[in-house]
């Protein structure tokens, strides 16, 4: 059931995706574009496009620059402001298919003090040097993120590359994409479906993986009285915690082995099928929690 929630909440989204492939057409020649607009400082950085890639970066001006090479299915791109949201809106010519020769090839300068919400189909994204909060959603496009606030990614067919200071949160909800993590801390959710992880993370006050077909290495140090909670039904985890956590752990794995780099081992099933694993280190405040239906747990605790 969890499982079914977590796909089903692509459903809201997902229709826009639709709308914004269907927008597409043959026009006009390629042409460069060169557009600036003066910006919030501390505001809101709005991105929508079809097709190609966009490379959004931060710097020291209180305007947004767009610069690039748009296609010839591209009829214009929009750059507009009001209030503190600026908006780069990449319109297409209705009726034919977008190739990569009719997309959109944009560099963003924007403040470095915003935030971004930022929403592509069948494109790439690269965003480094803003230090606001990141809404990300994509439908078939690479992502790559450095640096940032609190981040929010939705992604279809898609991998995701973040790498974010130790204190930042993190939900990344993926269908078919693998994911890759460095740095965040405090609270950390991920949803996968189809891919694998890796992730090394920050000091970590919650952290909630659910993944349905992939494999995920986690690396991580807990805050006194965490929750720790990874559920794989078909996929192997690996977890390693350093710092001497004070919890109580918890492993189980319906058809795989549980392996533990310490003391005490996991304790296999003396009737039908399964192995589980439960221990307690210092105070045991903290809840660590590990289930696998189909696949091996790795743990190690130093």
Known sequence: MKMQHAISSWRGWLPLAAALLAARAAGASEH?????QPADPGGMVEIIDV??????????????????????????????????????????????????????????????????????????????GVSGAQQIRTVSGEITSEGGGAARITTVSGDVHLSVPDVTTAEIETMSGNVTVTGAGDTVAITTVSGDGHLVLGRLHSLRLRTVSGDFRIGARLEPAAAFEAESISGKLQV??????????????????????????????????????????????????????????????K
Request: hydrophobic residues 35%; aromatic residues 2%.
């Open 240 to 301: 390693e915690l350093s710092g001497a956590p004070a919890a109580q752990f918890d492993a189980q794995s319906l058809s795989g082995d549980i392996h533990n780099c310490t003391p005490p081992d996991a304790i296999k099933a003396q009737r039908g099928p399964g192995t589980h694993l439960s221990f307690g280190t210092g105070d045991g405040k903290g809840q660590v929690r590990l289930s696998s239906n189909s696949g091996d747990i790795d743990l190690c605790v």
């Open 32 to 36: 460069s574009i060169d557009q600036h």
């Open 51 to 128: 097709a190609g890639s966009v490379t959004v970066s931060g710097w020291d001006r209180p305007e947004v620059a767009v610069t690039g090479d748009a296609g010839d299915q591209v009829e214009r791109v929009d750059l507009t402001s009001s209030g503190n949201r600026t908006t780069v809106r990449v319109i297409v010519r209705g009726g034919s298919r977008l190739g990569d020769d009719g997309a959109a090839k944009l560099n963003i300068r924007v403040p470095a003090r915003s935030s971004v919400n930022v929403s592509l189909v069948s494109a790439d994204l690269k965003l480094s």
